[in-house]
């Protein structure tokens, strides 16, 4: 079997992990003692889990686009809904801090954002790239897309409508991004090899991290910004001091 996504649970509690025998897996962080399996949770194979921040519901997509939302209580795990808008595989899932949306980010080339409340879609925005990463960004007002057409993308949740369309390298798709926690950076990184530090409202790069051998394919920001975490296809994984902090 092979895992195909996972994340922390925000109590710091559990790992949440998905493969692709179509099963979730939980286990604890310390002993990777398993805790749960959520068995024949898509009919194929898990791409993207993520996770509410009171810990009580997971969100999951596979290679079909189907995204759905489990409830977890302490002896049971129930589906709660189930929702269909993407054509191909979900490659990322991001929550709202708000807990009544999220969205969903498809290699169609589409990215949704969905009614966790309601259990509808609220808007949909679509690009001709293959969507690698989305995350919120603007005090949630927004979200920031990457992939393969080698740009980043801003988007307003209201409407859908684009913002923004930064050019964000020259050699290769960008494969992950992130924002930090006060809104005033991102950091990108994909098949140029560098780590790049942006600022969020002037959209330009204030600083660049030469150090993987290979092609990125994640980075985060540490909860309290002062670190970067990012990884690449040879297998390293490197920590950076945030330059700001």
């Given amino acids: 079997m092979v895992c195909n996504a996972m ?9 949440i992990s998905g493969w692709d025998d179509g099963n979730i897996r939980a286990h604890t962080p310390e002993t990777g ?8 949770s898509h009919s194929k194979a898990i791409t993207a889990v993520a996770m509410t921040l009171d810990s009580n519901f997971i969100i999951s997509s596979g290679s079909e686009g189907e995204v ?19 054509r191909g ?9 708000n807990e009544k949306e999220c969205v969903t980010a498809s290699t169609d080339g589409t990215c949704a954002i969905w009614d966790l409340q309601d ?8 690009s001709h790239s293959i969507f690698h990463e989305v995350c919120y960004g603007a005090k949630e007002c927004q979200i920031v897309t ?14 859908g409508s684009k913002i923004r369309t930064l050019d964000a390298s020259n050699l290769g798709s960008i494969n992950s991004l992130d924002v930090t926690p006060d809104d005033k950076h991102f950091v990108s990184g994909g098949e ?3 780590l790049k530090v942006w600022k ?3 959209g330009t790069i204030s600083h660049v991290g030469c150090g993987h051998c290979s092609t990125i394919t994640k980075v985060r920001v540490s909860p309290d910004g002062k670190y970067i975490v990012s990884t690449s296809v040879d297998g390293a994984i490197l920590i950076w001091k945030f330059p700001e902090s």
């Avoid at 990457?146 to 307003?156: A, M, V």
């Fill in 146 to 159: 990457c992939g393969t057409n080698r740009k980043i993308e801003f988007w307003e949740v209201y409407d």
């Fill in 68 to 86: 759905r939302l489990w409830k977890i209580l302490s002896n049971k795990q129930s589906l709660v809904t189930s929702m269909k808008e993407h």
């Fill in 200 to 202: 969020y409202q002037e």
């Fill in 119 to 126: 259990y509808k879609r609220n808007q949909i925005v679509s």
């Fill in 89 to 97: 595989p979900v490659s990322c899932i991001r929550v709202h801090k």
């Fill in 192 to 194: 140029d090899k560098l």
């Fill in 33 to 40: 003692k398993l805790l749960f399996i959520i068995h024949n």
């Fill in 7 to 15: 994340c922390f649970s925000p109590n710091g509690q559990c790992i």
